[in-house]
């Protein structure tokens, strides 16, 4: 079983950053998929970013200008850097890792946008 653990979450205003940790508890290979979805009030679980083996990263069209996702694997971590933040990022993010065939999920780390 692997643990993942989100941080990094918070309030801030529109315009505004954020970045966002991942840890994992065992070691998540470079060629599996870790990613980043979020799911707002009322709203389904959507993918915001996703990095896996050398591919280029995956983002939703949503935060392609804006957000970053990258990966230090020697520390199983994915971290998002999120910039110009906008009201409509409000939601719970979501740590996911796909490793030895298994799908894995963090608990979540409110972010919200909002003056």
């Known amino acids: 079983q692997v643990q993942l653990v989100e941080s990094g979450g918070g309030v801030v205003q529109p315009g505004g950053s954020l970045r966002l940790s991942c840890v994992a508890s065992e070691r998540v290979l470079s060629t599996d998929a870790m990613a980043w979805y979020r799911q707002a009030p009322g709203k389904e679980r959507e993918l915001v970013a996703r990095?896996?083996?050398?591919?280029?990263?995956e983002y939703a069209s949503s935060v392609a200008d804006r957000f970053t996702i990258s990966r230090d694997n020697a520390k199983n971590m994915v971290y998002l850097q999120m910039t110009n933040l906008r009201p409509e990022d409000t939601a719970v993010y979501y740590c996911?890792?796909?490793?030895?065939?298994?799908?894995?999920w963090g608990r979540g780390t409110q972010v919200t946008v909002s003056s």
């Open positions: 996911y890792a796909r490793t030895s065939g298994s799908d894995y």
């Open positions: 990095r896996r083996g050398g591919r280029d990263p």
